[in-house]
């Protein structure tokens, strides 16, 4: 069946630091794809999608590159912030049939100032 | 603020109970989605509705049962409670069905003594 597979955590990283979150997934079809991000005590906030092969996504600093040759889409962002501290989720909707999210594991990323 | 709301924020009651959790969705979305995040299985997802309709059921036990109402607004409904149900359930909406963001509520914590 479908599925999403993320690198596990925690990925610890400082201030200012280069961020590279993996993710890749295993869908028939064209699936869209997503961020979800999750501060502590928190609810999950949409953070950038994809719905096409070599899509970029982008938001608040964040990117991620739909890549259908690869069933890839990194996050990633340049300069991280001590804010960025949380849990990043990588999901999916799969092409046809339900409209449900499928969902990776989860990444939690620290940031020490 | 994504716009959906979930009530209440936490609930804390007895193995053998039933407990009703209270979803309403963002203005003008048509579809709701049920989710349960424990530590265990993660992020599922449980139930679809659009329109007052169901639409798709994923990992719902038996003891759980949803509906939408004209309003829009969606309940979830846990009976016989086991300490295994205590879990983040995060209500979802979105405009439509496809392949549409969806939309985070803060989450209603159970949790089952």
């Known amino acids: 069946g479908d599925s999403v597979t993320q690198m596990e955590g925690p990925v610890t990283l400082s201030e200012e630091a280069f961020l590279t979150i993996n993710c890749t997934y295993t869908?028939?079809?064209?699936?869209?794809l997503f961020w979800y991000v999750q501060y502590p005590g928190e609810g999950l906030q949409l953070l950038l999608k994809?719905?096409?092969a070599d899509d970029k996504g982008s938001n608040k600093g964040f990117e991620a590159t739909y890549r259908k040759e690869t069933t890839s889409f990194h996050l990633e962002k340049g300069s991280v912030q001590v804010s960025d501290s949380a849990v990043y989720f990588c999901?999916?909707?799969?092409?046809?049939?339900?409209?449900?999210?499928?969902w990776g594991a989860g990444t939690k990323l620290i940031i020490k100032p | 603020d994504s716009g959906v709301t979930q009530t209440p924020k936490h609930l804390i009651t007895a193995t053998g109970q039933r407990v009703t959790l209270r979803c309403s969705p963002r203005s003008g979305d048509l579809s709701v989605y049920w989710y349960q995040q424990s530590l265990d299985q993660g992020l599922q997802f449980l139930i679809q509705?659009?329109?007052?309709?169901?639409?798709a059921k994923g990992n719902i036990l038996e003891r759980f049962s949803a509906q939408q109402f004209p309003d829009l607004h969606s309940e979830l409904n846990l009976s016989s409670l086991e300490l295994g149900d205590s879990a983040l359930y995060f209500c979802a909406s979105s405009v439509g069905l496809g392949h549409y963001e969806q939309y985070f509520g803060p989450g209603t914590r159970l949790t089952v003594t």
């Open positions: 509705y659009y329109n007052g309709e169901e639409r």
């Open positions: 994809a719905t096409k």
């Open positions: 869908a028939t079809g064209y699936p869209s």
């Open positions: 999901a999916l909707i799969k092409a046809g049939g339900n409209y449900q999210l499928i």
